[in-house]
């Protein structure tokens, strides 16, 4: 910006007055000069330090288990458990930290896209100068295949074209000229005067004068937005953080009360101390974080499996409560691969199949195949002009093709390989293409004649023809109807290039521009990037599972409508919001239009984060996908950022959170069932795990309320407060986390994301938990108090320690039953296989032979590590009696729940 305009609003000599430079460049001495004013030519690549990463990720995960850990260090005897609550914590901050580690690195890959040396004009001459020493005002060299090092006002072009398809989303070339343009706040993709750090010259060769580096350059900003955009925080995360805190300060208030209370009342502190540790450790859910992580890791193998690489690991739920995805088009919903779809020639219209640069398609007829392309003569000269009149190339590695070239000269390669055209004569004469003529031609060798083909802009070409080709004889031009194609595929969004030949004598061995007239019209061939056909049944299948879909491009707002309808993204009537109309819009007025708006074009990367910024003020949960690096400040800043595996930068694929690897739009309705089926998962957890806690809580609450009616509950707890703990992470590890290897249930895209303001804590919550809880407690309790009341008189042994052994494995058998209901939250344990999750089974037949081992575990092996003794063996029937009931309560609500349900309908 310079006196209140735009670099591109400025002549080439009012930018090389206002850099204070010439022509010629600057001086060594100048040039040394600015570099000391303006810094190097690179980016700040310095993210959050790993010491913050690893104590904001340590805090995290210390968070759900810090008090437990400190309970059970200050007030219990044996310390072991102390040690396995913190493996828990180290392990939980140490997988957090390096997952975070790895979006730092999205900075550093925008370095790496810097060039090293670069050719300016210093003094006069010509020389070779490293990048990072380039400084405004320096005038560079440009030439075909060089990456821009710098942004530059352009002085001079000669059939300049600049690939900026990573910068903008445009997926052709963009030609450029010297003109400035007046227009206030056009996107990058607009201003053709300028050229920008890490764009690619594809054709032609120019100069330009720096007029931003570093950090002031488009690359620059997309780096600043890249650090100003933190990491935004996983809704399932935002909502286990809020589950936890409250259930957190709850119990902490509470074992105040409680503790308070009971010294009021008279008990003495020993006795209210431990009871008060042990209530808090009962109901702090220490293995929460352990199930999660597991559930998280063992969904992101899932979906890795149907093509969506999981960078972080919450990503693996938050694809499945997404309410909007924002998709560029360029790469994403299109294969970013040039393709020729319609033809006119000899005055009928074909259409051709097939996607992309793979040679393999059909052409059609009026809806019929035509069978044999090479015996069409209008057509097969048609495709021959367009392959001979061409420098691109075809190329096949390892089954995926590409062009080595212009993509546009690419697709009429394409075109004529699905014909079966093999190698042409050979050329003798090139006229290149020039943007001031907009044609292309070649001479090259027939039998007896010479055969010159011309291509380019149909409204050049024409002026060149005297007549057209019709069913292999040369008829009268009918320029009207040409035109009349012509308009009809630039409103389809379609670029179109006409073709035309002329015989001439054999002894013409090279031509110029006056042996161009007189040339027959041989038709025109009509491209666009295609979108990809699995995207199409992709975003419908979108809109089945309630998920609005956006398309924000770089590319002209005509070519984003077209495909935005096809895609069935929108309608013919929707409004298409252009990047020059955001520019202009303050964040309230975006935010008021953001939810009726589905189509962005020419946009610029910094509209892109404000309209992912908006829906998240308006409660979306949004996902970004995109390959560019122009995506990267969005894909930090969304719910989920996307990025392509195959197409997509390094910079993309580091600020994001997933990766496609396949680049297939369609993965990522694979990957929101993914996501949906691993909620579900984690809700069954969740549900399984509480009731653990809420009945030893229940417990020990209870135990201190009747101590003064029941004598033994002054002497001994039911349950150990090292029991309790065990209880907590064992089950958490041997029960709760083979539920994540449930299989998927029915419909999960049959309906809509889960409400944003949805909470763990809900009535169906509090009613499951409760109701778990209440019997756990209340069966745990009763064998406590009928063992000790049967079997003290006359046993031998430690009764009360027996009596707790009997409580604790009833705590276990109620839970190890409850288990097998709790695989379905709605449905009856009755409607699915017992087999159809194996890994529960294991985990049921672990735990068992674990808990025989702990009561067992005196006479066995002379310790007891839990405080456990051996109970009466006539107490096993009762007790597997009293677990049952977790399975037959649960039935019972399930049944009773879905009878209510049916009346309501």
């Keep these: 910006m310079q006196n209140g305009k735009a670099w591109y609003q400025l002549t080439a000599e009012q930018a090389i007055d206002s850099l204070e430079t010439s022509t010629d460049g600057l001086s060594t001495e100048a040039a040394k000069k600015r570099l000391s004013e303006y810094g190097p030519n690179e980016l700040e690549a310095r993210g959050t330090s790993a010491l913050v990463r690893f104590l904001r990720q340590f805090h995290n995960a210390l968070y759900y288990v810090l008090f437990a850990a400190a309970a059970v260090a200050f007030f219990l005897d044996k310390h072991l458990d102390m040690y396995v609550i913190l493996a828990v914590i180290m392990a939980s901050a140490i997988i957090g930290f390096v997952q975070e580690g790895?979006?730092?690195?999205?900075?550093?890959?925008?370095?790496?896209?810097?060039?090293?040396?670069?050719?300016?004009?210093?003094?006069?001459?010509?020389?070779?100068?490293?990048?990072?020493?380039?400084?405004?005002?320096?005038?560079?060299?440009?030439?075909?295949?060089?990456?821009?090092?710098?942004?530059?006002?352009?002085?001079?072009?000669?059939?300049?074209?600049?690939?900026?398809?990573?910068?903008?989303?445009?997926?052709?070339?963009?030609?450029k000229d010297t003109e400035p343009d007046d227009a206030p706040n056009l996107s990058p993709g607009d201003q053709h005067c300028m050229c920008f750090s890490g764009t690619f010259v594809t054709r032609g060769n120019g100069r330009?004068?720096?007029?931003?580096?570093?950090?002031?350059?488009?690359?620059?900003?997309?780096?600043?937005?890249?650090?100003?955009?933190?990491?935004?925080?996983?809704?399932?995360?935002?909502?286990?953080?809020?589950?936890?805190?409250?259930?957190?300060?709850?119990?902490?208030?509470?074992?105040?009360?409680?503790?308070?209370?009971?010294?009021?009342?008279?008990?003495?502190?020993?006795?209210?101390?431990?009871?008060?540790?042990?209530?808090?450790?009962?109901?702090?859910?220490e293995g929460l974080p352990a199930a999660l992580i597991s559930a998280?890791?063992?969904?992101?193998?899932?979906?890795?499996?149907?093509?969506?690489?999981?960078?972080?690991?919450?990503?693996?739920?938050?694809?499945?409560?997404?309410?909007?995805?924002?998709?560029?088009?360029?790469?994403?919903l299109t294969r970013n691969e040039m393709t020729v779809v319609r033809i006119f020639t000899g005055g009928k219209e074909y259409r051709v199949s097939g996607e992309g640069y793979e040679p393999q398609g059909e052409f059609f007829r009026d809806e019929e195949a035509v069978s044999s392309v090479l015996e069409n003569e209008d057509l097969s000269e048609l495709l021959r002009a367009g392959y001979l009149c061409n420098n691109a190339e075809l190329i096949e590695e390892k089954g995926q093709y590409h062009i080595k070239g212009d993509p546009t000269e690419g697709a009429l390669v394409v075109s004529a390989l699905k014909a079966g055209l093999e190698e042409g004569p050979p050329r003798l004469d090139e006229i290149p293409f020039d943007s001031e003529y907009r044609y292309m031609a070649t001479l090259h060798q027939g039998e007896g004649q010479n055969i010159i083909y011309v291509k380019g802009a149909p409204e050049k070409v024409l002026e060149m023809c005297q007549d057209q080709l019709v069913e292999g004889q040369a008829k009268q031009l009918e320029r009207e109807e040409l035109s009349a194609k012509v308009d009809e595929m630039s409103r389809e969004a379609l670029r179109s290039l006409a073709m035309a030949y002329k015989v001439v004598p054999e002894d013409y061995k090279e031509f110029g521009e006056d042996e161009l007239d007189g040339l027959t019209l041989l038709g025109v061939q009509g491209m666009f990037d295609p979108p990809r056909e699995a995207a199409i049944e992709a975003v419908q299948k979108c809109k089945t599972a309630g998920i609005r879909s956006v398309m924000i491009t770089g590319d002209y707002p005509l070519t984003a409508q077209a495909v935005a309808r096809q895609i069935g993204i929108a309608?013919?009537?929707?409004?298409?919001?252009?990047?020059?109309?955001?520019?202009?819009?303050?964040?309230?007025?975006?935010?008021?239009?953001?939810?009726?708006?589905?189509?962005?074009?020419?946009?610029?990367?910094?509209?892109?984060?404000?309209?992912?910024?908006?829906?998240?003020?308006?409660?979306?949960?949004?996902?970004?996908?995109?390959?560019?690096?122009?995506?990267?400040?969005?894909?930090?800043?969304?719910?989920?950022?996307?990025?392509?595996?195959?197409?997509?930068?390094?910079?993309?694929?580091?600020?994001?959170?997933?990766?496609?690897?396949?680049?297939?739009?369609?993965?990522?309705?694979?990957?929101?069932?993914?996501?949906?089926?691993?909620?579900?998962?984690?809700?069954?957890?969740?549900?399984?795990?509480?009731?653990?806690?809420?009945?030893?809580?229940l417990i020990m609450i209870s135990a201190m309320a009747l101590s003064p009616f029941i004598v033994v509950f002054r002497e001994r707890l039911p349950v150990e407060p090292i029991q309790i703990l065990w209880v907590n992470l064992f089950m958490a590890v041997a029960c709760a986390i083979p539920l994540v290897w449930e299989p998927k249930e029915k419909g999960l895209l049959e309906v809509p994301p889960r409400d944003p303001n949805w909470s763990?804590?809900?009535?169906?919550?509090?009613?499951?938990?409760?109701?778990?809880?209440?019997?756990?407690?209340?069966?745990?309790?009763?064998?406590?108090?009928?063992?000790?009341?049967?079997?003290?008189?006359?046993?031998?042994?430690?009764?009360?320690?027996?009596?707790?052994?009997?409580?604790?494995?009833?705590?276990?058998?109620?839970?190890?039953?409850?288990?097998?209901?709790?695989?379905?939250?709605?449905?009856?344990?009755?409607?699915?296989?017992?087999?159809?999750?194996?890994?529960?089974l294991l985990g049921v037949g672990v735990t068992v032979a674990v808990q025989l081992l702990l009561v067992y575990s005196v006479p066995l092996f002379g310790i007891a590590p839990l405080r456990t003794e051996p109970f009466a063996s006539q107490w096993w029937i009762p007790i597997i009696l009293i677990g049952t009931t977790g399975f037959f309560a649960i039935e019972a609500e399930k049944l009773i729940r879905r009878r209510l349900s049916s009346s309501r309908k």
């Design 760 to 840: 763990f804590i809900n009535r169906f919550f509090l009613w499951r938990v409760g109701l778990v809880s209440i019997v756990s407690a209340v069966g745990a309790s009763l064998v406590f108090l009928l063992y000790y009341n049967a079997m003290s008189d006359g046993a031998s042994g430690d009764i009360l320690t027996q009596a707790q052994t009997a409580a604790f494995t009833t705590i276990i058998l109620i839970q190890v039953c409850y288990l097998f209901t709790a695989r379905s939250v709605e449905d009856s344990a009755f409607t699915f296989s017992p087999l159809s999750n194996r890994v529960v």
């Design 571 to 697: 309608g013919e009537e929707d409004r298409v919001l252009t990047g020059e109309e955001l520019a202009q819009m303050s964040d309230k007025e975006l935010y008021d239009v953001v939810e009726e708006v589905s189509v962005y074009a020419r946009v610029a990367p910094e509209h892109k984060f404000r309209i992912t910024q908006q829906l998240r003020k308006r409660g979306h949960i949004v996902a970004i996908t995109g390959d560019g690096v122009n995506d990267a400040p969005a894909l930090k800043a969304a719910d989920i950022g996307v990025a392509m595996g195959i197409t997509g930068t390094e910079v993309s694929k580091d600020a994001s959170d997933m990766v496609l690897s396949d680049d297939n739009f369609a993965s990522i309705v694979a990957a929101v069932e993914e996501g949906r089926h691993i909620f579900r998962n984690i809700w069954k957890i969740i549900l399984f795990l509480l009731p653990t806690n809420g009945g030893q809580g």
């Design 102 to 175: 790895k979006a730092e690195s999205a900075l550093e890959s925008l370095r790496k896209m810097s060039v090293p040396n670069s050719t300016v004009i210093r003094n006069g001459k010509k020389v070779t100068v490293p990048v990072k020493e380039l400084v405004p005002g320096d005038v560079v060299v440009l030439e075909s295949g060089d990456r821009v090092p710098a942004d530059l006002r352009l002085l001079s072009v000669h059939n300049l074209y600049a690939d900026e398809a990573m910068l903008t989303g445009e997926s052709s070339p963009v030609q």
């Design 208 to 285: 330009g004068v720096v007029t931003a580096t570093g950090q002031e350059a488009e690359m620059g900003k997309i780096a600043g937005m890249l650090k100003e955009s933190g990491r935004i925080v996983p809704p399932i995360i935002r909502k286990v953080n809020e589950f936890v805190k409250l259930i957190l300060i709850a119990i902490l208030i509470f074992g105040a009360i409680t503790f308070g209370a009971g010294v009021a009342l008279g008990y003495e502190y020993e006795f209210m101390f431990l009871a008060t540790v042990g209530m808090l450790v009962a109901v702090v859910p």
């Design 296 to 332: 998280f890791a063992i969904g992101a193998m899932a979906m890795g499996r149907r093509n969506a690489l999981i960078r972080r690991l919450p990503a693996v739920e938050t694809l499945g409560s997404t309410t909007v995805i924002c998709s560029d088009k360029t790469g994403t």
